[in-house]
């Protein structure tokens, strides 16, 4: 994935982990967007065949590691939720930008339930409503998110 210009790629998977783990005020803290998920989901998009459900794992095996998290929760999350992005690739790429917002609240959505379903079997869990908020700052966020990364793939010339 590293050869031309893959190092993007993993650049920016690198700052969405960052931006998963930046301390941020007790107030917004419950909307923090999945910040991995977004990204992935944008890259399985863009590149399917470079970026997949590997990837995915991975990230989310770090993501675990860094939050602290049962090891495998949210790799096996995030792996199945960038599995559906990039199996129905072609479809999603079709849709308008808003379109495409709301299947990535979907995804999103998916995620945390899986996470909180995984993290419920395993340990004594208990569901919030605030628990699914990140899914709205994905949906807002996600055209703006679609609009960078798009921008610096055609910038690189990333295929």
């Not at 993993?10 to 419950?30: E, N, R, T, W």
């Not at 609240?105 to 339930?113: E, F, K, Q, S, T």
Request: glycine fraction near 4%.
């Amino acid at each position: 994935m590293l050869a031309n210009n893959g190092i993007i790629v993993v650049l920016s998977l690198l700052l969405a982990l960052i931006a998963s783990i930046v301390p941020m005020p007790h107030s917004v803290d419950a909307f923090r967007p999945d910040w991995v998920l977004v990204v992935l989901i944008y890259w399985s998009l863009a590149l399917p065949n470079r970026v997949s459900v590997f990837t995915a794992w991975v990230m989310g095996f770090l993501l675990d590691v860094l939050l602290g998290s049962t090891l495998g929760v949210h790799a096996g999350a995030m792996a199945l939720s960038v599995y559906i992005a990039a199996v129905n690739f072609q479809k999603i790429r079709n849709f308008s930008l808003w379109q495409q917002a709301l299947i990535v609240g979907v995804l999103a959505a998916l995620y945390h339930l899986l996470v909180f379903w995984l993290q419920r079997v395993l340990t004594d869990v208990v569901f919030l409503p605030g628990y699914l908020y990140p899914v709205l700052s994905a949906v807002v966020l996600w055209p703006w998110v679609f609009l960078l990364l798009r921008k610096i793939r055609r910038h690189f010339k990333i295929s």
